[in-house]
C-alpha cells in the first residue's frame, strides 16, 4: 500500500493558480497509476486527473482539460497538479490517490486503493 500526504490547497480568485502536491512513501511508487480526485460540497467525489506509471499518458475530465495538468517525480515519490484558471465551480477537497496494484488500468475510483487526507481548494468569485 502507498501512503499520501497533500499539501498546496487554499484560497484564490477566480482566474488563478494553485499547484497541490502530494508526497508518497512505499518502494514501489513509481509501480503505481496515480490521481486526483475532487468532493464538492453535497456532491460525489469525482475523477479530476490521472497519469501512468511512467508519466507518459495523462487523462483529465473535460471540465478540467487545458487547466489543470498533472505530473509526477518517481525518483522524488511526488505527484503534483497545477490548476490554472480557476474557477468557482473547482472548488472542492482534492484527494490524491493510488491505484489499488501496480501497474494497474482504470479511472473510476473504485480503481484507486489508497487515498490521501485531502486539501481544500476554494476559488472564490
Known amino acids: 500500500q502507498v501512503q499520501l500526504v497533500e499539501s498546496g490547497g487554499g484560497l484564490v480568485q477566480t482566474g488563478g493558480s494553485l499547484r497541490l502536491s502530494c508526497a508518497a512513501s512505499?518502494?514501489?511508487?513509481?509501480?503505481?497509476?496515480m490521481g486526483w480526485f475532487r468532493q464538492a460540497p453535497g456532491k460525489e467525489r469525482e475523477f479530476v486527473a490521472g497519469?501512468?506509471?511512467?508519466?507518459?499518458?495523462?487523462n483529465y475530465a473535460d471540465s478540467v482539460k487545458g487547466r489543470f495538468t498533472i505530473s509526477r517525480d518517481n525518483a522524488k515519490t511526488t505527484v503534483s497538479l497545477q490548476m490554472n484558471s480557476l474557477k468557482p465551480e473547482d472548488t472542492a477537497v482534492y484527494y490524491c490517490?493510488?491505484?489499488?496494484?501496480?501497474?494497474?488500468?482504470?479511472?473510476?475510483?473504485?480503481?484507486?486503493?489508497?487515498w490521501g487526507q485531502g486539501t481544500q481548494v476554494t476559488v472564490s468569485s
Open positions: 490517490a493510488a491505484h489499488s496494484r501496480p501497474y494497474g488500468s482504470g479511472w473510476d475510483e473504485a480503481d484507486f486503493g489508497s
Open positions: 512505499g518502494r514501489i511508487f513509481r509501480s503505481y497509476v
Open positions: 497519469i501512468t506509471w511512467t508519466g507518459g499518458y495523462a
